[in-house]
Each structure stands twice: as structure tokens, then as C-alpha cells.
Nanobody
Framework: EVQLQASGGGLVQSGGSLRLSCTASDGSLDEYALGWFRQAPGKEREGVSCFSTINNSPWYTDSVKGRFTIASDNVKNTLHLQMNNLKPEDTAVYYC???????????????????WGQGTQVTVSS
């Protein structure tokens, strides 16, 4: 199974930017459904961005549209999440995930993803 290693989190002021990376080993990311999820303290894990398993188009949760961009670098076998104009409500642990496309109906749901990175903390100060 593919192994995922997430990085790039940190502490940033409101309005700042971060770029998360998720590097894969023991597998090629282009064979999988890919997504970014986050979990804030006291809240359930939610989908942030992913590639549709139907047409591979990017999906974003409403709160990050226009600010976040998902990208997959198949040469470097790395998934990225560029996060601009960060807000305090973006504070969370961010996880990358990969799963078999046939087992994932809606990429924004965390069901079906069976490969997860370890999480990287993003903290946005006001």
C-alpha cells in the first residue's frame, strides 16, 4: 500500500500562506483518489479539497474556495495544498489521504480512503 508523509504545516498570521505537501512512497499517487481533510479541536474531520473520482476535477469545501488550491505532481509523486489568505478558522490538523477510486463515491467524504498521512498542524493567529 502507498505510504503518505504530510508536511508544511506551521504557525502563520491571518492573511498568510502555507503550502502543504504529501509525499507518497510504495505506490504512485496517480493510481489513487486523493484528498485533503482537516480536523479542528472538538470538531469532526471534514473534507477540504480533493479530486473528483468521476472527472478528476478539483473540489473545494465552500469555506476555502478561492483561497486554497489542490495540485498533484505525478513526477515527484507528491500532492500539494496551497493555502492563501489563511483565517483563524482554518486552524486544524490537516491530513492527506489516498484511496482506491472505485471505492470512493464522493471524494469529499472520508469513507473509502484507506491510506492516510500522519497529519500536519496548521495554526492561524488573528
Amino acid at each position: 500500500e502507498v505510504q503518505l508523509q504530510a508536511s508544511g504545516g506551521g504557525l502563520v498570521q491571518s492573511g498568510g500562506s502555507l503550502r502543504l505537501s504529501c509525499t507518497a512512497s510504495d505506490g504512485s499517487l496517480d493510481e489513487y483518489a486523493l484528498g485533503w481533510f482537516r480536523q479542528a479541536p472538538g470538531k469532526e474531520r471534514e473534507g477540504v479539497s480533493c479530486f473528483s473520482t468521476i472527472n478528476n476535477s478539483p473540489w473545494y469545501t465552500d469555506s476555502v474556495k478561492g483561497r486554497f488550491t489542490i495540485a498533484s505532481d505525478n513526477v515527484k509523486n507528491t500532492l500539494h495544498l496551497q493555502m492563501n489568505n489563511l483565517k483563524p478558522e482554518d486552524t486544524a490538523v490537516y491530513y492527506c489521504a489516498a484511496g482506491v477510486r472505485a471505492e470512493i463515491r464522493f471524494c469529499e467524504w472520508d469513507m473509502g480512503y484507506d491510506n492516510w498521512g500522519q497529519g500536519t498542524q496548521v495554526t492561524v493567529s488573528s
